[in-house]
Nanobody
């Protein structure tokens, strides 16, 4: 059974940092591309970042470029999202998602939720003073 479990969310002051983790199980991890999405109250779920399975290519939403960094550890079967310079508008539930993608295994420029088939339950991030 495929499972994604996010952790690392919490309350942080503006300008602070958090590192989200996504632990996976049941996946042939190296053949999956992964994405991070977020959903704020009353808003649509939006793509934040993704990382490819083959070339480890990455992409980011314009709103987080330069502040967020996605990474993957194939040995540990985990995906991470390092977030720095957090802003109140980053407040949302953050979700990890996976898509079977052995070929071409790249991360497209547009991070669309419809591409992903497996989702975690999310972890809450609140940025507030």
């Amino acid at each position: 059974q495929k499972q994604l479990v996010e952790s690392g969310g919490g309350l942080v002051q503006p300008g602070g940092s958090l590192k989200l983790s996504c632990a996976t199980s049941g996946f042939m991890f190296e053949n999956y591309s992964f994405g991070w999405f977020r959903q704020a109250p009353g808003k649509e779920r939006e793509g934040v970042s993704c990382i490819g399975s083959r070339d480890y290519s990455t992409n980011y939403a314009d709103s987080v470029k330069g502040r967020f960094t996605i990474s993957r550890n194939n040995a540990e079967k985990t995906v991470h999202l390092q977030m720095i310079g957090l802003k109140p508008e980053d407040t949302a539930v953050y979700y990890c998602a996976a898509v079977w993608d052995p070929v071409p295994g790249i991360c497209p420029a547009v991070i669309e939720k419809g591409r992903y088939r497996s989702w975690g339950q999310g972890t809450q991030v609140i940025v507030s003073s």
